[in-house]
Each structure stands twice: as structure tokens, then as C-alpha cells.
């Protein structure tokens, strides 16, 4: 496992921060990838729900690589950073990164890109509302 410093993680707080667990495992015991794409998924399903100022939904998920693998035990934080805007949908940039339990030793295993499209009442897609301060992805949150 690499060890990555502080230059290389991503800027700004993760959008989600979770524990591998046993039960994120395969028959082999390694942790799901699967697993992991539902992390990211959800964090990018964050950061668009944010950004559209309310529902939207995975249209597509392209270019996912799986650099190394995750262990019961690794602290797995996603960041997300929105690369595009159209009318109606978003792409979003999503990095996740490992920290070995009782160390300080990060590394990227995983990243990929999640298009959303936002979507009104009935489910249909609608534009997504002007960039405001109160929809950016980037603004850190109370703690």
C-alpha cells in the first residue's frame, strides 16, 4: 500500500467517512466491490441532491477503476467534485481512499465519474436551478 501524503488526498473534508465492515465482504473476504460502488454512489448522490437542490438520480457511472483493495478494518472516506453541469444533469468526480486501521497510511483505491440528472415531482428530469451558495458542493459543513 502506498503511502500518500497530505498533498495527494483530495481538498476539503470527505462526503462520506465509513469502517469496512465483515459484513462488506465477498465469499473471499475481501471487501465488496460492490460494496464500495454503493459508497460512492451514495456520496455522489449527495453531492448532486446538494447541488440540484433536491432529487436527483444516477444516469451513469463510466471510468471506474479499482486501484487496490479495501480490508475489514480500513477507514474508507469519498470525495466528490463536480466536473460538469448541463442543463439538466451533472457529472461528478469521486475519489475514495483507504486508511489502514491503527495507522495513518492513506491510499487511492478507487475513483470514477456519476452523471445525475435532476428530477421534479413526477420523476422527470428538470433543470437544474442557478449555482448558488446554498447548492455548492464546496461550502464545509457545520460540525
Known amino acids: 500500500m502506498a503511502d500518500a501524503s497530505a498533498s495527494h488526498l483530495p481538498s ?8 469496512a465492515m465483515p459484513s462488506d465482504t465477498n465469499p473471499a473476504g475481501d471487501v465488496f466491490g460492490g460494496w464500495i460502488l454503493s459508497q460512492m454512489d451514495l456520496a455522489a448522490g449527495t453531492t ?3 447541488r440540484a437542490n433536491g ?10 477503476i479499482f486501484m487496490e483493495p479495501v480490508v475489514v ?3 474508507v472516506s469519498i470525495y466528490t467534485n463536480i466536473t460538469r453541469e448541463g442543463r439538466t444533469s ?9 486508511r489502514a486501521r491503527h495507522t ?18 413526477n ?4 433543470p437544474l436551478p442557478p ?13
Open 55 to 64: 432529487r436527483a438520480a444516477t444516469v451513469a457511472i463510466n471510468g471506474v
Open 12 to 19: 476539503g473534508i470527505p462526503t462520506i467517512r465509513v469502517v
Open 131 to 143: 449555482a448558488t451558495t446554498c447548492n455548492s458542493p464546496n461550502i464545509t459543513p457545520m460540525v
Open 123 to 126: 420523476r422527470r428530469p428538470r
Open 104 to 121: 495513518h497510511l492513506t491510499s487511492k483505491v478507487t475513483e470514477g465519474d456519476f452523471t445525475f440528472v435532476a428530477l421534479d415531482e
Open 90 to 98: 451533472l457529472t461528478i468526480h469521486v475519489q475514495t481512499w483507504r
Open 73 to 75: 478494518g480500513d477507514e
Open 48 to 50: 448532486a441532491a446538494i
